[in-house]
């Protein structure tokens, strides 16, 4: 089985060469993280379906499978310290899919990351009661669907780089994540990133550049 993997990619931008689940076979996937593993290089996979991640427990047992986040997570360096401070804020229960592939993507970088969930612009004050901890993050990364408000409002309190995610979550109009997007697109809270629709692992990754560039 010929697969090039990029061993050198964590020398060039700080993580290693992250594995897109979806499609790919069992033998490809294991062929795969024992060349990372061999390496030396955390092994994180996104889209990982329940079966496959049932059968890779068992492979590698040593191994972190969430069936919620369809993240299968395997640190190799488990003596390196974390580095930074990451604050993942979710709006709500129903985000935290997109929260946790964020979080080990994070964690895969050797990144500092806590989730404060629940704080979404219905329950404001949530929020606000968390400010002081949210204050302290090098980076914010925010998760929402709905009406996609809770990045602005965060952005409004912080003078830390804001990530922005919108998720599929919501009804009719919300369609499929698309008027998060455009709102987060369109925030007044000046500076914010936005990421593509329920891509945690995308935000992880640009958290992670942030926090590498900073220690």
């Known amino acids: 089985m010929n697969i090039d993997l990029d061993i050198e990619r964590n020398d060039r931008c700080g993580f290693p060469e992250f594995i897109y689940g979806d499609g790919k076979k069992f033998q490809e996937l294991i062929v795969i993280f024992e060349k990372l593993i061999n390496a030396g290089q955390n092994v994180l996979a996104t889209k990982i379906s329940s079966k496959l991640g049932a059968e890779l427990l068992d492979k590698f047992p040593e191994g972190v499978f969430d069936e919620l986040a369809k993240i299968f997570f395997i640190q190799v360096n488990k003596k390196n310290i974390p580095k930074g401070n990451v604050t993942i804020i979710t709006a709500g229960t129903t985000d935290s899919a997109v929260a946790l592939e964020a979080m080990y993507t994070l964690q895969a970088c050797n990144c500092k990351v806590k989730i404060i969930a629940d704080s979404g612009v219905a329950g404001i004050h949530r929020l606000i009661k968390n400010l002081p901890k949210i204050n302290n993050a090098d980076v914010i990364i925010v998760v929402a669907g709905m009406e996609g408000a809770l990045p602005s409002v ?41 990421c593509n629709i329920d ?14 560039s900073k220690y």
């Open 154 to 194: 965060v952005g409004g309190f912080v003078s830390c780089p804001v990530i922005a995610v919108p998720t599929s979550v919501g009804y009719g109009t919300a369609f499929g994540g698309v008027t998060a997007l455009l709102s987060m697109l369109n925030s007044c809270a000046n500076g914010i990133t936005v």
């Open 199 to 212: 891509n945690g692992f995308g935000a992880g990754c640009a958290a992670a550049r942030i926090i590498n």
